[in-house]
């Protein structure tokens, strides 16, 4: 054997650790798929007098591992008060799946989308997102919270849900305290 091509799908696969073909025993090659699905590999070698033999097909699926995030913040059951306007802040810890980075953090409100963060892109960390929302008085009663993390490798995530009651905040501290009424 004077060399070894290695194909993925039909191609030439791309070789990191030599050229390809390969001309040298071990006749191996590294292939790193852009996109997970299936891919079918297959070889030609060739010899000192060039006759060639192909190799078995081999399929073998490229599978990304998914990003995840969960809301650290709010704690669930929190109350956020519509009057007085008072921002509340969401934060979202993410990460992106299988050597993929964070692209886009959603915060949703109701499974609608309320706001959205991105942090530059930061492979294989789990980094946290912040997100400052007022909630208002249409929007008394009680909600969930989600955030929604996608990454480079187009895969995506949501966190589980956290309940946030909305509520109309009467009263002063000085005259004891705020209490809450829905």
Do not use: C, K, M
Not at 47 to 72: K, Y
Not at 116 to 134: A, C, E, H, K, Q
């Amino acid at each position: 054997i004077t060399s070894v091509q290695f194909y993925a799908n039909g191609s030439p696969a791309l070789n990191t650790t030599s050229t390809n073909p390969v001309t040298a025993a071990p006749y191996t090659a590294s292939f790193n798929p852009n996109a997970p699905g299936s891919y079918v590999f297959d070889a030609i070698a060739t010899d000192d007098r060039g006759n060639t033999v192909v190799s078995n097909a081999v399929t073998i699926t490229a599978a990304f591992g998914t990003p995840t995030v969960a809301i650290t913040a709010p704690n669930v059951n929190a109350t956020a008060r519509a009057t007085p306007n008072i921002p509340l802040t969401i934060t979202a810890t993410a990460q992106g799946g299988s050597g993929a980075a964070v692209l886009l953090v959603e915060f949703l409100l109701d499974g609608v989308q309320i706001g959205t963060r991105t942090l530059g892109i930061s492979t294989g960390l789990t980094t946290s997102y912040p997100f400052t929302w007022t909630p208002t008085t249409a929007q008394l009663g009680l909600h969930q919270i989600t955030a929604r993390v996608t990454d480079t490798n187009s895969l995506s995530a949501t966190s589980a849900a956290v309940n946030v009651n909305v509520a109309v905040v009467v009263g002063n501290q000085e005259s004891g305290g705020w209490g809450a009424f829905g």
